[in-house]
């Protein structure tokens, strides 16, 4: 399998809106509310392509996630991560291929960057795991930030450093 970061092309919107609103997607996100192609494509075009990066994470030429780098801040090197796989590819082991090559790209492509971090919910174990096997570390929790199904739960904030980021590819 060969596996590709790609620029979000005009005609990959529409399948970005249906990934956002895949159930499992909106449970893990910190908004939960489904969008329009209409409100995807405002926020689209109201970013800030130099502070944010977004991707296609392609398997085989075929989209099957979208990872993002956001708030890059260039003087303190950090920024924060995010990505979501699509039900396609879930339960495959093919999430480690997709946040390894963010990471090559965050650490090894924008070259400035340190540390990169990012939020998961408490609840999310299949995330916690991935992210402690890449490396990330545990640095604290948004103590009940996320309300789902009558009850709130923590976002989890971890981080990684270059230092410690290896790529056993």
Request: aromatic letters at 16%.
């Amino acid at each position: 399998m060969k596996f590709s970061l790609d620029i979000v092309k005009d005609y990959d919107h529409k399948w970005l809106v249906d990934l956002h609103n895949d159930p499992i997607v909106l449970h893990n996100i910190t908004n939960p509310k489904p969008i329009s192609l209409e409100e995807h494509m405002s926020w689209w075009n109201n970013l800030n392509f130099n502070k944010d990066k977004r991707f296609i994470f392609k398997i085989d030429n075929i989209n099957a996630g979208f990872v993002k780098v956001y708030s890059i801040d260039y003087f303190n090197k950090n920024c924060i991560l995010g990505a979501d796989l699509h039900k396609d590819f879930r339960g495959k082991n093919l999430s480690k291929h997709m946040w390894k090559l963010l990471l090559d790209y965050v650490f090894y492509e924008l070259k400035d960057i340190h540390r990169a971090f990012l939020t998961t919910a408490d609840y999310n174990e299949p995330a916690k795991k991935l992210y402690k096997n890449l490396g990330f570390i545990e640095e604290g929790r948004f103590i009940e930030s996320l309300f789902r199904n009558d009850k709130f739960y923590d976002q989890i904030c971890m981080y990684i450093l270059k230092e410690n980021y290896i790529n056993e590819k």
